[in-house]
Structures are given as structure tokens and as C-alpha cells.
């Protein structure tokens, strides 16, 4: 497995890095959003950075004791209705919060472009021109392959949203129950939890993106062709003992062992992304190398552009 340094550099092929970032950042958008909506309703300090009090101060005009004084103030009586209202009022603030910003962010229809993104993006690195009208050029299968990876990304997205409902209920009812340190210690600890998705998040988008341009880019090669596998630079052991390994391409699944096909996944047999994380990727061991056609380099300008939005 890659090592927990490299999963922020962003990958060597500018297309894909650049899908990364865009499904990466919708995540991260989220949970900041989330988490600074949270604190402001219980009044804790919030910042993007490092959590300081100081930062919250200079943003009100008011001295870091101030601010501190007003957030613990707030606090106190944020849990002062606890003697009349449930403890139910922590998850339904977090239930509330993750659901108002998903929705606002339109995170679902975002994450599915962002994904059909990086699968336009391999077709392309593959060979084949494809825009963002792709409706009307590709075939029925393709369609459904690329509604399938629309899907997924959805998917991704809600588990995303669901555990940053888990992460706000489990962490403020902790406090309710043991309410030691400060507003600022809330704060941070926030700030931590919510970092700790942010992380596991980045390694979602890497993967999920792998998995769509490493699909689209097979999509994109006629059957029959060889691509060979090609390690990331940093790859795990598992990775590197596979590179430079042939396989034939098909559009359907074939032989697992000798054949590899758009979606195949690893339990059925080598396959890229064969494991979170993973960068490595397949090469047409027919494709010329060199200079990309401006062509194609615009399409994939506007499918990335797209991908942004
Ligand atoms: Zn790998």
C-alpha cells in the first residue's frame, strides 16, 4: 500500500490529477462546511486551519479572551436546555447539518459528473475522442458502464455524508456525557474528527477515480488489444511484482488470469485499481508515446472543466 504521505500529492498525469482534485475537493468542501456550521451553532471557535482562538478574534474584532468568553458562554448555554430538551438535540443538529449541505452542494448529481469525468478521461488517454456529448457517440454498453460509475460516485458521496452524521452525533453526545475541557477543546476535537474524514475521503476520490479512468481508458482500446500494467512510481510490493505484466483487453468479462475488461475488480483477478489508493495503470503496449493530439487535449480541457463545476 502507498504510504500515507503521497495520498495529498497529486498524481503524475495532469488529467488525473486533476479529477482528483475536483472529486477530492467536493468532499473536503463538504465536511468543512458541515463542521464550521456546527461550531457556529454551538459557538465554538473555527478556523480552517489549526484550530486558534486567536484567528476567531481577529475575524470578530474582539480580543482571544473575548472570543474564547463568548464560545464558552454560547456553549454553556447551548447545554443549558439539556435540562428540558432531549440529548436528541445533538443528533438532530447533526442530522440537520450534513443534510442541509449535501443538498446545497448538490453533492450526488456533483460526485456522479466528477466521476464520468475521470472516465472520459482514460477514454481519452486511451485513444478513443470523447467530449462531454459522449450520449450520442458511444454505444449502449458504454452508456451503462458510465451510468454504473455515475452511481458509484453517488454512492461514495452519501457513505461520505453518513459518516460525518455518525462522526457530529457520536462526538457531541460524548461531550454531553463528559463534558470536560473547554469550547475550544470541542472545537478542535471537531476539527480533528472531521480532518480524519477529509483524509479517508482523499483516499476514496483516488480510488474512485482509478477505477473510472482505468475502466474507460480499456473502454477506449479495441478488444483484442495488450496493455501492460505499469506500477506507480511509489507502488506497494503487491503492485510492483505486477509490472510490466501483459493482458489482453475485451469489452466483456474472459479469462481473469490473461484478460482484463472495463470494471473488472480484484477479487476476480488482476485489475487496476487493485487495492485503495492504488496509481498504477495500464498502458496500450500499441500506443504510441509522444505528443497528445491539441484535439484531444481540449476535450479532456472541457471535460475537466466540466468536472469543476
Ligand atoms: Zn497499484
Not at 112 to 126: T, W
Request: aromatic share 8%; hydrophobic share 40%; charged share 30%.
Amino acid at each position: 500500500m502507498g504510504s500515507e504521505r503521497d495520498i495529498w500529492a497529486p498524481d503524475q498525469d495532469p488529467w488525473y490529477a486533476a479529477a482528483e482534485g475536483a472529486l477530492y475537493a467536493l468532499g473536503a468542501t463538504y465536511l468543512y462546511r458541515v463542521g464550521e456550521e456546527v461550531a457556529r451553532t454551538l459557538g465554538l471557535p473555527w478556523d480552517e486551519g489549526a484550530l486558534r482562538g486567536l484567528h476567531l478574534a481577529k475575524a470578530r474584532g474582539l480580543s482571544r479572551e473575548e472570543a474564547l468568553e463568548r464560545a464558552e458562554r454560547l456553549y454553556r448555554e447551548s447545554l443549558a436546555g439539556y435540562d428540558r430538551l432531549p440529548p436528541s438535540q445533538y443528533r438532530d443538529l447533526a442530522e440537520a447539518v450534513t443534510e442541509k449541505w449535501y443538498g446545497e452542494g448538490r453533492l450526488e448529481t456533483r460526485a456522479q459528473r466528477r466521476s464520468v469525468a475521470a472516465y472520459l478521461l482514460g477514454m481519452l488517454r486511451g485513444g478513443r475522442k470523447v467530449g462531454l456529448d459522449w450520449r450520442g457517440l458511444l454505444g449502449e454498453r458504454e452508456r451503462e458502464r458510465i451510468a454504473y460509475i455515475a452511481a458509484r460516485g453517488a454512492e461514495y458521496v452519501r457513505r461520505l455524508k453518513e459518516a460525518a452524521r455518525h462522526t457530529l452525533a457520536r462526538l457531541l453526545l460524548l461531550w454531553h456525557e463528559n463534558p470536560t475541557g473547554s469550547p475550544e477543546d470541542l472545537g478542535r476535537k471537531l476539527q480533528e474528527e472531521l480532518g480524519g474524514l477529509a483524509r479517508d475521503w482523499r483516499r476514496v476520490a483516488l480510488t474512485e477515480v482509478a477505477h473510472a479512468r482505468s475502466a474507460g481508458y480499456l473502454a477506449a482500446l479495441p478488444e483484442g488489444a495488450v496493455v501492460e500494467w505499469s506500477a506507480a512510481p511509489d507502488a506497494c510490493p503487491t503492485c510492483r511484482r505486477m509490472h510490466g505484466r501483459r493482458f489482453r483487453v475485451r469489452h466483456s468479462p474472459g479469462d481473469p488470469e490473461r484478460e482484463v475488461w472495463p470494471g473488472k475488480g480484484w477479487e476476480v483477478g488482476p485489475s487496476i485499481p487493485a487495492h485503495p489508493h492504488c496509481r498504477c495503470r495500464w498502458i496500450a503496449v500499441t500506443q504510441p508515446v509522444g505528443e497528445v493530439d491539441p484535439e484531444v487535449e481540449d476535450l479532456a480541457r472541457a471535460v475537466i472543466a466540466a468536472a469543476e463545476k
